[in-house]
C-alpha cells in the first residue's frame, strides 16, 4: 500500500506563489499515477492537476491552467505542485493522491491519499 504524506501549505498573499510536496512510501512509486485535489469548505473535492507514472503527460483543469505545475521526482519518490499567480479561490485544503490506473480525473479513483495541507490566498 502507499502513504502520502503533503507538506509545503501556508498563507500566501494574492499573486503569491507556494509549492507543495508528497512524499510517498511505497516500493514501486514509479507503478501509480499521482494527483493533486482541492477541497474548499462547503464544496466537493475537484481536481487540480495529474501526472502519469513516467512523468511525461499532465493534465489541468482550465481554472489552474497556465498556473500550476504538477511535477515527480520518481527516484525521491515525491510529486510536487507549484502553484504561482495564486488567487483567493485557491484557498483550500490540497491533497494529493495515487491511483495504480492511468490518469484518472475523478476522487474515487484515486486509491491512496495524503492527509491535506492547507492553503490560504488573501486578497
Known amino acids: 500500500q502507499v502513504q502520502l504524506v503533503e507538506s509545503g501549505g501556508g498563507l500566501v498573499q494574492a499573486g503569491g506563489s507556494l509549492r507543495l510536496s508528497c512524499a510517498a512510501s511505497?516500493?514501486?512509486?514509479?507503478?501509480?499515477?499521482m494527483g493533486w485535489f482541492r477541497q474548499a469548505p462547503g464544496k466537493e473535492r475537484e481536481l487540480v492537476a495529474v501526472i502519469t507514472t513516467n512523468g511525461i503527460n499532465t493534465y489541468y483543469p482550465d481554472s489552474v491552467k497556465g498556473r500550476f505545475t504538477i511535477s515527480r521526482d520518481n527516484a525521491k519518490k515525491m510529486a510536487y505542485l507549484q502553484m504561482n499567480s495564486l488567487k483567493p479561490e485557491d484557498t483550500a485544503i490540497y491533497y494529493c493522491?495515487?491511483?495504480?490506473?492511468?490518469?484518472?480525473?475523478?476522487?474515487?479513483?484515486?486509491?491512496?491519499w495524503g492527509q491535506g495541507t492547507q492553503v490560504t490566498v488573501s486578497s
Open positions: 511505497v516500493r514501486t512509486f514509479s507503478s501509480y499515477t
Open positions: 493522491a495515487a491511483s495504480p490506473t492511468y490518469a484518472p480525473r475523478t476522487p474515487d479513483e484515486y486509491s491512496y
